[in-house]
């Protein structure tokens, strides 16, 4: 009797408590020498040297692969997580790790597509054409010829992120007992659900479906398209965008580097305005340029940190920009209260404001100029937060509000694209015809159709 078809292997992967330990332990092993001394020297009341406990820490973290290192990131790029000293070491940790062998990709590939995986493909590249924390890429060609793009998670993630989750855990709560201006546990719970969504790759087709959606009609920025056959929860295929690293225009003619600005610029906005969606991994290597004649393009490639926001956040975002806009106290401390900001006090609203008039800044001066308008990028941003971060410590805790952690992170992410390529616009009329039709009811309803339409699945 002929044996029947041969099941795939059975999933021993997902949240294994034996994979978690040996990862606290490697993790802790790395950062507990750096908390303990953090930890005593507040203690005994001592002075703590941070640029060279930071560097400890970059030098602790730089040795290990996975989750954590992208939690590092995460965290530099977040204004105020961790003082300013630890935001410039961990800014310099690389996402790009080694990739993992043939044998490993046989196994993630035998495990999500069955015994037979490769004869569903015409060719497929043993070497990866690209890796990160969280998996890595291979170039493929599908039956009907298309290049493809396939992405293999990294085997035992889940475990591994609730293990470097909890180590993420240890800093901020030492963080929290030595420097008073804000209360990170709302970042913390934001970092943690954003990054146990990326592990799921089905979320992320169904992201990549809803921006498809948003640029049907925009012929500068190209999204990828899944192959729902192909891909499985921690497998996800789909078509393969020829283009170009951004930073390697930065040599390029004004008007191009212009050009590739203004469409990072809807790419960015228009999702958030109509649809209350951003792209919140600010990454340089997420964004590709298209040359099409004389034209360029954007391709937007990765769709594993999206935040889906309420309407009402997206109304605060415009309150807030029209308060600014006519100098109005009032109307700004309505905008904080309608993102979610608690015991809003005068000072506390002005000392917010510094920091949405540095963040708001080049959208309110209606010129021609670009984003750092004279500052150097090393210093761009550097005193606005200083003077805040000085100002808070006096007045906090200040909780931020889950939402806000993201939309700040992208923000401050999309300036940088702009300061790399050194462009010149005017922000002010880029951003004013963004948000001169919005309306809050109908942008519920625009979300809700599409999220529908893409089959985004609800939170965690």
Same mark, same amino acid.
């Given at each position: 009797?002929?044996?029947?078809?041969?099941?795939?292997?059975? &999933?021993?992967?997902?949240?294994?408590?034996?994979?978690?330990?040996?990862?606290?332990?490697?993790?802790?092993?790395?950062?507990?020498?750096?908390?303990?001394?953090?930890?005593?020297?507040?203690?005994?009341? *001592?002075?703590? +040297?941070? $640029?060279?406990?930071?560097?400890?820490?970059?030098?602790?973290?730089?040795?290990?692969?996975?989750? =954590?290192?992208?939690?590092?990131?995460?965290?530099?790029?977040?204004?105020?997580?961790?003082?300013?000293?630890? #935001?410039?070491?961990?800014?310099?940790?690389?996402? %790009? #790790?080694?990739?993992?062998?043939?044998?490993?990709?046989? /196994?993630?590939?035998?495990?999500?597509?069955?015994?037979?995986?490769?004869?569903?493909?015409?060719?497929?590249?043993?070497?990866? %054409?690209?890796?990160?924390?969280?998996?890595?890429?291979?170039?493929?060609?599908?039956? &009907?010829?298309?290049?493809?793009?396939?992405?293999?998670?990294?085997?035992?993630?889940?475990? #591994?992120?609730?293990? &470097?989750?909890?180590?993420?855990?240890?800093?901020?709560?030492?963080? /929290?007992?030595?420097?008073? #201006?804000? &209360?990170? *546990?709302?970042?913390?719970?934001? =970092?943690?659900? *954003?990054?146990? !969504?990326?592990?799921?790759?089905?979320?992320?087709?169904?992201?990549?479906?809803?921006?498809?959606?948003?640029?049907?009609?925009?012929?500068?920025?190209?999204?990828?398209?899944?192959?729902?056959?192909?891909?499985?929860?921690?497998?996800?295929?789909?078509?393969?965008?020829?283009?170009?690293?951004?930073?390697?225009? /930065?040599?390029?003619?004004?008007?191009?580097?212009?050009? =590739?600005?203004?469409?990072?610029?809807?790419?960015?906005?228009?999702?958030?305005?109509?649809?209350?969606?951003?792209?919140?991994?600010?990454?340089?290597?997420?964004?590709?340029?298209?040359?099409?004649?004389?034209?360029?393009?954007?391709?937007?490639?990765?769709?594993?940190?999206?935040? =889906?926001?309420?309407?009402?956040?997206? !109304?605060?975002?415009?309150?807030?920009?029209?308060?600014?806009?006519?100098?109005?106290?009032?109307?700004?401390?309505?905008?904080?209260?309608?993102?979610?900001?608690? $015991?809003?006090?005068?000072?506390?609203?002005?000392?917010?404001?510094?920091?949405?008039?540095?963040?708001?800044?080049?959208?309110? +001066?209606?010129?021609?100029? $670009?984003?750092? +308008?004279?500052?150097?990028?090393?210093?761009?941003?550097?005193?606005?937060?200083?003077?805040?971060?000085?100002?808070?410590?006096?007045?906090?805790?200040?909780?931020?509000?889950?939402?806000? @952690?993201?939309? +700040?992170?992208? %923000?401050?992410?999309?300036?940088? @694209?702009?300061?790399?390529?050194?462009?010149?616009?005017?922000?002010?009329?880029?951003?004013?015809?963004?948000?001169? %039709?919005?309306?809050?009811?109908?942008?519920?309803?625009?979300?809700?159709?599409?999220?529908?339409?893409?089959?985004?699945?609800?939170?965690?």
């Amino acid at each position: 009797m002929a044996d029947g078809p041969k099941k795939p292997p059975k &999933d021993k992967e997902g949240n294994n408590l034996g994979r978690r330990v040996q990862r606290y332990a490697k993790v802790g092993a790395g950062m507990g020498g750096v908390a303990a001394r953090m930890a005593g020297n507040r203690l005994l009341g *001592r002075e703590m +040297d941070d $640029s060279k406990t930071a560097r400890d820490l970059k030098a602790a973290l730089g040795g290990l692969k996975g989750p =954590i290192m992208k939690v590092a990131q995460m965290v530099a790029t977040i204004p105020e997580a961790v003082p300013a000293d630890f #935001a410039l070491e961990l800014a310099e940790l690389q996402s %790009a #790790a080694p990739p993992m062998g043939w044998p490993f990709v046989k /196994r993630r590939m035998k495990a999500e597509l069955g015994a037979g995986w490769e004869a569903k493909f015409k060719a497929f590249e043993r070497e990866a %054409a690209a890796a990160a924390s969280l998996g890595q890429v291979h170039r493929a060609v599908a039956l &009907d010829g298309r290049k493809l793009a396939v992405k293999l998670q990294y085997p035992d993630m889940q475990s #591994a992120v609730d293990a &470097d989750l909890n180590q993420l855990g240890v800093v901020f709560s030492i963080h /929290r007992r030595l420097d008073k #201006a804000f &209360d990170t *546990r709302e970042i913390y719970a934001e =970092i943690g659900e *954003r990054l146990r !969504e990326e592990l799921d790759y089905k979320r992320e087709a169904a992201h990549i479906r809803l921006y498809a959606q948003i640029f049907a009609d925009e012929p500068r920025i190209d999204v990828p398209e899944t192959l729902p056959d192909l891909s499985t929860g921690r497998l996800l295929t789909m078509t393969w965008l020829d283009g170009t690293p951004l930073l390697a225009y /930065r040599d390029h003619p004004l008007a191009q580097r212009n050009a =590739i600005a203004q469409t990072m610029f809807s790419a960015w906005w228009h999702p958030l305005s109509r649809y209350g969606v951003i792209h919140g991994d600010p990454h340089l290597g997420n964004y590709a340029v298209r040359e099409s004649g004389n034209d360029l393009g954007i391709n937007l490639l990765d769709y594993g940190c999206i935040r =889906i926001f309420p309407a009402t956040f997206v !109304e605060g975002v415009v309150e807030l920009y029209r308060a600014l806009e006519s100098d109005d106290r009032d109307r700004a401390a309505h905008a904080y209260e309608i993102w979610g900001f608690k $015991s809003l006090t005068h000072e506390l609203v002005e000392a917010l404001n510094m920091w949405a008039k540095f963040i708001y800044g080049p959208m309110l +001066d209606d010129r021609v100029r $670009s984003i750092a +308008d004279g500052v150097s990028p090393a210093e761009y941003g550097r005193k606005e937060a200083f003077t805040v971060h000085q100002r808070l410590r006096e007045l906090g805790p200040v909780t931020p509000p889950r939402e806000f @952690v993201f939309m +700040d992170r992208a %923000a401050i992410g999309l300036g940088g @694209v702009f300061l790399h390529l050194g462009a010149e616009l005017n922000f002010y009329r880029l951003f004013n015809e963004t948000i001169e %039709a919005f309306d809050r009811a109908q942008l519920e309803k625009r979300q809700a159709s599409a999220l529908k339409k893409a089959g985004v699945p609800g939170p965690l």
